[in-house]
């Protein structure tokens, strides 16, 4: 089992950038994948980027790829979601979840987060 906790959120402007960090208290925290899920007020849970064991691969939903940056840390049990360029339709509830791999690589991730507020406004 794994506990995941998000921390970066906050409030910026268009154009700023945030960055997002899911910290993992597993100490097999490089035997899951690592995904970054996010909610808006209204609507569905969303799918934004998920990450391999490793690092190697990594997968981005069309409207942030280009703008956000997954990345992990092992030695640090931690993964990264560098976003830049932000736009109003950023703004949700982002949170990170875990998997032992079948749920890879945008699929019901087994272990969550309590999520970290980003808010971008025009």
């Known amino acids: 089992q794994v506990q995941l906790v998000e921390s970066g959120g906050g409030l910026?402007?268009?154009?700023?950038?945030?960055?997002?960090?899911?910290?993992?208290?597993?100490?097999t925290f490089?035997?899951?994948?690592?995904?970054?899920?996010?909610?808006?007020?209204?609507?569905?849970?969303?799918?934004?980027?998920?990450?391999?064991?490793?690092?190697a691969s990594t997968y981005y939903r069309d409207s942030v790829k280009g703008r956000f940056n997954i990345s992990r840390d092992n030695a640090k049990n931690t993964v990264y979601l560098q976003m830049n360029s932000l736009k109003p339709e950023d703004t949700a509830v982002y949170y990170c979840a875990a998997d032992l791999g079948s749920a890879w690589p945008q699929?019901?991730?087994?272990?969550?987060?309590?999520?970290?507020?980003?808010?971008?406004?025009?």
């Not at 087994?110 to 406004?121: D, E, H, K, L, M």
Request: charged share 15%; glycine share 12%; hydrophobic share 35%.
């Open 30 to 55: 490089s035997s899951y994948v690592i995904g970054w899920f996010r909610q808006a007020p209204g609507k569905e849970r969303e799918f934004v980027s998920s990450i391999s064991w490793s690092g």
């Open 12 to 27: 910026v402007q268009a154009g700023d950038s945030l960055r997002l960090s899911c910290a993992a208290s597993s100490r």
């Open 107 to 122: 699929g019901e991730y087994a272990y969550w987060g309590q999520g970290t507020q980003v808010t971008v406004y025009s």
